[in-house]
């Protein structure tokens, strides 16, 4: 059975980091393609940053540019979600997903291209 686990959410004060990680269970070989995604009260879920294992590519939603940083250790099934200078703004429930089926890179933040999710880790970020 797939499970990811999401961990490394807390509280933090605003301009702080926080590294997000999700590690992988059961299965054999990395997946197409891992993201975070976040959810804010009241607000639609969002792509965050994704990153494709095979080649390293990653992508980042603009709000994040800069500030967050996407990684992955495939020897350790995890993928990281480094925040730096993290905003008010950025609270909310993160969650990773993973996906194998294929497509086309800039559709790394589409839900429908990812199977598997975590369980959830809350960001707070106060002012």
């Known amino acids: 059975e797939v499970q990811l686990v999401d961990s490394g959410g807390g509280s933090v004060q605003a301009g702080g980091p926080l590294r997000l990680s999700c590690v992988a269970s059961?299965?054999?070989?990395?997946?197409?393609?891992m993201g975070w995604f976040r959810q804010a009260p009241g607000k639609e879920r969002e792509g965050v940053a994704g990153i494709y294992p095979g080649d390293g590519t990653t992508y980042y939603t603009s709000s994040v540019k800069g500030r967050f940083t996407i990684s992955q250790d495939n020897a350790k099934k995890t993928v990281y979600l480094q925040m730096d200078t993290l905003e008010p703004e950025d609270t909310a429930m993160y969650y990773c997903?993973?996906?194998?089926?294929?497509?086309?890179?800039?559709?790394?933040?589409?839900?429908?291209?990812?199977?598997?999710w975590g369980q959830g880790t809350q960001v707070t970020v106060s002012s």
């Open positions: 997903a993973a996906g194998s089926a294929y497509a086309e890179g800039h559709r790394w933040n589409a839900e429908n291209l990812y199977d598997y």
């Open positions: 059961g299965i054999t070989r990395s997946f197409y393609r």
